[in-house]
Nanobody, 112 residues
Framework: QVQLVESGVGLVQPGGSLRLSCAAS????????ISWYRQVPGKERELVAT???????NYADSVKGRFTISRDNAKNTVYLQMNSLKPEDTAVYYC??????WGQGTQVTVSS
């Protein structure tokens, strides 16, 4: 019933920008915190950013100042705006409800 669908996969040059979207359904979107994670092969999945039900947000130190998480409750959608991208940002990005429900993931590759 719970569905989280990411979009925004792409190849971007270092220093470029990309916006990821996560469209949610099957639950009361405005009542839950939504997070973005990322994972590279051989590494643990990393929590990138969280948007709480209020206006609070949290970011990993590695992306703070470059990434912005936001949500549009009317559209049941959460976004991750990524600026000043670095090669080390390359990963599969996932949106998640509570770390237990996951989208399918979307590949982001930062390379020249």
């Amino acid at each position: 019933q719970v569905q989280l669908v990411e979009s925004g996969v792409g190849l971007v040059q270092p220093g470029g920008s990309l916006r990821l979207s996560c469209a949610a359904s099957g639950f009361a979107f405005s009542s839950y915190a939504i997070s973005w994670y990322r994972q590279v092969p051989g590494k643990e999945r990393e929590l990138v950013a969280t948007s709480s039900t209020g206006r609070s947000t949290n970011y990993a130190d590695s992306v703070k100042g470059r990434f912005t998480i936001s949500r549009d409750n009317a559209k049941n959608t959460v976004y991750l705006q990524m600026n000043s991208l670095k090669p080390e940002d390359t990963a599969v990005y996932y949106c998640s409800l509570g770390g237990t429900k996951w989208g399918q993931g979307t590949q982001v590759t930062v390379s020249s």
